[in-house]
């Protein structure tokens, strides 16, 4: 099965850190002070060794960016070996999608509470949405933008993340999309990826300063409502 796939799997909760996230990065940090400080290797289960590994994986690509995740750079900056790495990830492709589905995690389980909380308004659930977004870290934000947007890396294996990625959010959307707009399931999934591509426009002008946060959400915000005000209303079932 390839890594892709493997990492396209849904859930569905609350826009928020997870604790199973904050856990990680915790861990992540002791295991990397231990080792700095000349101690032995913290014990930690399977499981909690890989969650660590991807905790500092995430950490370095929000920081530097997609082309720093190597085994080795992973290894060096885990304290730990490459083989132990490796024991946890087959090969480098194997890493990034697990990596990229850990960063992406939340923003889905976010963006699925915000739509299953307002059944009845797109509007209303772009709203809910947005904070989702924006309210992450920086680095994070623009390790997401560069997958969505294709510029992580040329490799097939970020080639079929980014399609994975642009698949399950358009699929999200969609449902409130077609139920609003009368649209036909192909047009609306469509019309979706639109909505999320320009809703990401504003965050990238934001992120550089070009406008501010509120005028930025207040602009887009108009833009859903007039989408809204000129589709036909809903058929009653």
Do not use: C
Request: net charge neutral; glycine share 8%.
């Amino acid at each position: 099965m390839p890594a892709a796939v493997a990492w396209a799997q849904s859930t569905a909760h609350r826009p928020r850190i997870t604790l199973a996230a904050m856990k990680t990065s915790k861990r992540s940090a002791e295991a990397r002070d231990s080792t700095a400080a000349g101690g032995k290797r913290q014990y930690l289960s399977h499981e909690n060794r890989r969650d660590m590994l991807l905790g500092v994986a995430a950490e370095m690509v929000e920081r530097d960016g997609w082309a720093a995740l190597t085994m080795s750079a992973l290894a060096e900056r885990a304290g730990t070996s490459r083989q132990l790495v490796y024991h946890h990830f087959a090969n480098l492709e194997a890493l990034v999608a697990q990596t990229a589905w850990h960063i992406f995690n939340d923003v889905m389980e976010g963006t699925r509470a915000s739509i299953a909380a307002h059944p009845d308004g797109l509007q209303a659930a772009v709203i809910s949405a947005e904070s989702v977004t924006l309210d992450m870290p920086p680095g994070r934000g623009d390790a997401l933008w560069e997958l969505m947007a294709g510029t992580a890396g040329g490799s097939p294996e970020l080639d079929r993340i980014r399609r994975n990625i642009r698949s399950m959010i358009s699929n999200v959307w969609m449902d409130p999309v077609q139920q609003r707009m009368g649209l036909d399931t192909e047009s609306a999934r469509v019309f979706s990826w639109i909505i999320v591509m320009g809703f990401w426009g504003m965050r990238q002008l934001v992120r550089d300063g070009a406008i501010s946060r509120d005028r930025g959400v207040a602009v887009f915000n108009d833009l859903i409502r007039r989408i809204e005000a000129g589709s036909p209303p809903p058929e009653k079932a």
